[in-house]
């Protein structure tokens, strides 16, 4: 997986590239390292633009997971599709400053206070730093890289205020354990089935009978990743032009990143290559977030079957502090 984390000089974008090297085995190339040549005063000589991409896509290529610290977009087009994640960091320009001074003070020592030139280029540093935040900055600034971020066609991640080392690595992992999950996720069709599978579809249908009705007539479809089975879809023809969706569900502990859509995406694929023209799900009245997610991809509102799960189901369902009582039909063009 390649990463790049950007941000103002002193939102703590090489600290948290560095971090996840360490923690996550990541190999970390920082900006600066291609963009300065090495010089008794650091900082000072820049390398041929050549010849600093060159190496940087070099160094790059080497390895399977990569963490990049700085602003690189400006370097060269190519590098806005290098990525499967972007992290933009931002904190309040008074924590950001006062880093940056303490760091320079630790970097330099008495030398910015003894030596003209490098209390000159002290000063200045820092005042290219504060224009960060301001309007009309002609380097860096804000508005240039809210720019590469509406550029950037992978995910991206805006880490926004004075936020623990520890918290900002929680909320990357956490991102990159989805998409890891993304792309190595793998479906099959599963001939047998088990307790394990009625497990997993229980969390969508809490009626074994109820699922035990359709799942014989069914084509029962897996997702899984590495070794683990963490979702399900069962497709139903209902005749030679519609296919029902019976039963959708994700495990528990992989929900909320995005699969529930990757799922519907397959059921699509595979009920149009077969042939049928029209799609149907359904749910009920309390499952807000499964209504919203099916008509974000193309399901409308057919028909409501009132009293359906009162009627059908021994023990009362309840939803989002809403009680289950219709049933929702659904269905998309394919």
């Known amino acids: 997986m390649k990463i790049v984390i950007f941000g103002a000089s002193g939102s703590g974008t090489t600290t948290l590239a560095h971090q996840l090297e ?22 000072e ?10 190496l940087f896509i070099h160094d790059f290529k080497l390895h399977n997971d990569v963490v990049v610290s700085g602003s ?23 924590i950001r400053i006062k880093r940056l001074i303490d760091r320079e003070i630790e970097r330099y020592g008495e030398s910015l206070k003894t030596d003209e030139y490098r209390k000159k280029k002290h000063h200045e540093f820092i005042d290219w730093s504060i224009g960060y935040d301001h309007t009309g900055f002609p380097n860096r600034i804000f508005e240039l890289h809210t720019g590469w971020m509406n550029k950037l066609q992978t995910p991206l991640i805006r880490i926004e205020g004075e936020i623990s080392i520890d918290n900002r690595l929680k909320t990357v992992t956490q991102k990159i354990k989805s998409l890891t999950i993304h792309q190595e996720l793998t479906f099959q069709e599963q001939k047998e089935i088990d307790q394990t599978l009625y497990d997993l579809l229980l969390l969508a249908d809490p009626s074994i009978e109820e699922i035990k009705s359709y799942i014989y007539e069914s084509q029962i479809f897996i ?23 019976r039963n959708i569900a994700i495990k528990t502990d992989y929900q909320g990143i995005g699969l529930g859509k990757r799922l519907l995406e397959k059921a699509t694929a595979i009920s149009k290559n077969r042939g049928f023209s029209t799609l149907r799900i359904a749910t009920g009245n309390s499952s807000i977030g499964q209504l919203a997610l099916y008509q974000k991809e193309g399901f409308e509102l057919i028909d409501m079957i009132h009293n359906f799960f009162t009627d059908h189901y021994t023990n009362p369902i309840f939803e989002n502090g809403i009680q ?6 659904l269905e998309k063009s394919i």
């Open 223 to 245: 997702a899984s990743y590495r070794t683990n089975t963490i979702g399900v879809f069962v497709l139903l023809a209902l005749d030679q032009n519609i296919i029902e969706i």
């Open 324 to 329: 289950c009582k219709h049933l929702l039909l």
């Open 45 to 54: 000589q820049k390398r041929d633009r050549q010849e600093r991409n060159d």
């Open 22 to 43: 360490l923690l996550s085995g990541f190999y970390h190339l920082d900006a600066d390292d291609y963009y300065w040549l090495k010089s008794e005063r650091p900082f």
């Open 72 to 94: 690189i977009f400006n370097w060269d087009e190519q590098f806005f599709n290098f990525f499967d994640l972007a992290v933009f960091l931002w904190v309040p320009p008074s």
